[in-house]
């Protein structure tokens, strides 16, 4: 689960974190109100899931750029402005308007929100983040003194300026593990001891959310010395989230796609792709063996979904209905091993789903396992033109060839 920055920073604040001052707005005269608190230079933030907010560009319901109100270039997601009046005109731009990022596709995100703070002194600009590197199985913090810049161009361009620190889950975070983070970026020794407190409570707050990733980018060092997290990025483990009620309030439905919002009501496994071949599978192993094999045979899926081991007939209709629901999808391949999932009940599913939604598409079936008999029965009968396919490779050759051919 991803959340606001807004959000990160308040998250991070209460585990001892430094960050900026700042509020959060939702119209220009808001705004206009939070930035007169502050006084003097302003910070007005886009807030949304996604990264590339100060190179990104905005534009409006007609698809043209939005100006930056100084009228010289288009308007950016982050934009630092001199007084609250000039802080009302950047969010009445802002909002309303789609904000395009590298990281947000070419439709970009509609911005709802904004975040104002005070302005600041940098002297410095660093990047720090923490994850969990599955190889190392450990968490591993990475430090860059590349701040500000992605940190994917960095390593593409240049790997030497990475510096990675990983924490034996066993013993924990050690002062050690700052020191040589902030030795490694060449910081003074004025600010060592600050940025080992910083790594301190940045690894207390992954640990205790159950995060998966925190981003500070740019981490800042200011000319008064203080150190403090400019941005920050925090993604929550989904399965998790149980243990945090508190983190689980700060999910944000308008940021994510409708159709994986819609597939978790269901408890389905959902991912929207680029593809137009529609998959529906039990279990996560076969539905990427699935979509491997379309690939194979020159076709591209349109989803990864998981129906489970013990999805009812409600279920597996939602899932299908879910699938048909994107305009892209120009055929689908249900692929069902019925061990614990029993394949008459797939069939029920894919009969009245094809019933209600009105099938205009091929469906190709493949199923295999407990009841296959009767699942075959219930399709055949069904009165629907279904391409019953006869294992894996003609079940993907048959799906490829319907939705339009490699």
């Known amino acids: 689960m991803k959340i606001h920055e807004y959000q990160a920073k308040s998250v991070l604040a209460q585990f001892g974190v430094a960050v900026p001052r700042g509020e959060v707005a939702t119209t220009p005269d808001e705004t206009e109100a939070i930035a007169k608190k502050f006084g003097g230079t302003v910070v007005v933030k886009s807030q949304i899931h996604a990264g590339g907010r100060g190179k990104g560009t905005f534009k409006d319901a007609n698809g043209k750029p939005v100006m930056h109100p100084n009228g010289e270039k288009p308007l950016g997601g982050v934009v630092v402005v001199p007084n609250a009046a000039a802080a009302k005109e950047a969010a009445a731009r802002m909002l309303g308007n789609t904000l395009v990022t590298i990281q947000s596709g070419a439709e970009g995100k509609e911005v709802g929100k904004v975040l104002i703070e005070e302005g600041m002194d940098i002297a410095r600009e660093f990047y720090l983040a923490i994850l969990l590197d599955r190889a190392a199985e450990a968490p591993v913090f990475i430090a860059s003194a590349e701040g500000g810049t992605e940190i994917e161009v960095v390593a593409a361009e240049r790997p030497d300026a990475i510096l990675k620190v990983a924490v034996d889950p066993r013993t924990g975070y050690s002062s050690w593990i700052g020191r040589k983070i902030a030795f490694g970026l060449g910081l003074g020794k004025d600010q060592v001891r600050d940025f080992t407190k910083l790594t301190a409570a940045l690894y207390d707050a992954f640990m205790k959310t159950d995060a998966s990733m925190v981003e500070i980018n740019p981490l800042v060092v200011l000319k008064d010395g203080r150190v403090v997290a400019l941005d920050a990025k925090i993604n929550f483990d989904d399965n998790a989230l149980y243990r945090h009620p508190d983190l689980r309030e ?88 019925g061990g614990i999932m029993r394949c008459d009940v797939v069939a029920e599913g894919v009969v009245a789903a094809s019933k209600a939604v009105g099938v205009k598409i091929p469906v190709v079936v493949r199923l295999e396992g407990t009841n296959v008999e009767r699942g075959q029965k219930i399709l055949k009968e069904s009165g629907m033109n279904f391409l019953v396919a006869d294992g894996m490779k003609d079940a993907a050759e048959k799906v490829v060839a319907a939705a339009g051919g490699a």
Do not use: W
């Open 250 to 337: 700060l999910r944000d439905l308008t940021e994510e796609d409708p159709l994986e919002v819609a597939a978790g009501k269901h408890g389905l496994n959902y991912i929207k792709l680029d593809g137009n071949v529609g998959c529906m599978v039990n279990g996560a192993g076969l539905a990427m063996g699935t979509m491997d094999i379309i690939k194979h045979h020159g076709g591209s899926p349109a989803n990864f979904l998981d129906v489970g081991g013990g999805a009812t007939t409600e279920a597996v209709t939602a899932a299908f209905k879910l699938i048909l629901s994107d305009d892209n999808v120009k055929a689908v391949l249900v692929n069902i091993f």
